[in-house]
């Protein structure tokens, strides 16, 4: 992988969690995560979402930080 394409990937991820944290705070909360599930169509029941959280959540403060989510993502 060159460095191009690792800049490319990591500009990929930082706009994705920018899209999904909408009130801008730097964490993506329990809502903002249904929400983003809503939009790609995807499963967002509360089972879903509780459970997605769980994983990607590694501090368990019920917020997904940007690097808790680079992590999940790579």
Request: proline letters at 1%.
């Amino acid at each position: 992988v060159t460095t191009m394409q690792k800049q490319q990937q990591q500009d990929n991820v930082t706009t994705t969690f920018q899209s999904m944290d909408t009130n801008k705070d730097g964490f993506i909360d329990k809502q903002e995560l249904q929400q983003a599930l809503q939009r790609l169509k995807l499963p967002s029941t509360e089972k879903h979402v509780t459970a997605l959280l769980q994983t990607l959540d590694k501090n368990k403060d019920n917020l997904v930080s940007r690097q808790e989510f680079e992590t999940y993502v790579q």
